[in-house]
């Protein structure tokens, strides 16, 4: 098992009344699409994404881009690299949980999704709520090696100040 200098543990896993048992690590995450920035994710107004709607804006916006500049790389793209570097580097970021719960299977006769805490506790919520909580992975730049691997953070922000912190399992009941 993949773990932090201390012993504490990387990846968390989701089990019970599932269809497959999985290990999430949030070390992947700062790779992941997906991931919201925390600075700014709880003051803005949030849109429903359309995945395949963005994914095939952004293809049409790439293919227009080497239609109008050609295949080859000019330095703004250079520059743009370093820019998205830099803002992993220095931001405070978290991924939703939905895909992950959906991924596992949940069975139909589940009604609860308990996080198990590194201090011992455990936190339950029906599952409609669980799966827009969101997962805090990283602050300035860095994982969340105090009370890590992920803090619990609910979707409107509510507990950003006092995050359920030290997760350490996801058990659907």
């Known amino acids: 098992m993949r773990q932090f200098g201390g012993g504490i543990p990387l990846i ?22 997906r991931k919201i920035d925390l600075n700014t994710y ?20 790439h293919w227009s881009r080497e239609i ?3 295949a080859t790389y000019p330095p703004t793209l250079k520059t743009e690299r370093k820019f998205k570097k830099t803002e992993l580097l220095n931001g405070t970021f978290g991924i939703v949980l939905e895909p992950f719960l959906k991924n596992a299977g949940i069975k139909e006769d589940a009604r609860e999704v308990v996080f198990g805490t590194a201090a011992g506790e ?7 709520d669980a799966y827009r909580m969101i997962f805090k992975f990283s602050e300035t730049g860095k994982p969340l090696t105090e009370d890590g691997p992920a803090w619990l953070l609910f979707q409107d922000g509510s507990n950003a100040d006092d995050p359920i912190k030290g997760i350490r399992s996801i058990t659907i009941v």
């Open 122 to 128: 455990e936190h339950r919520f029906p599952i409609e």
């Open 12 to 33: 968390i896993p989701i089990k019970g009344n599932v269809d497959y048992t999985i290990t999430l690590d949030p070390g992947t995450w700062i790779f992941d699409d």
């Open 42 to 61: 709880f003051t803005e107004v949030q849109e429903e994404k359309d995945e395949l709607g963005d994914y095939v804006k952004a293809t049409s916006k």
């Open 68 to 70: 109008m500049e050609g």
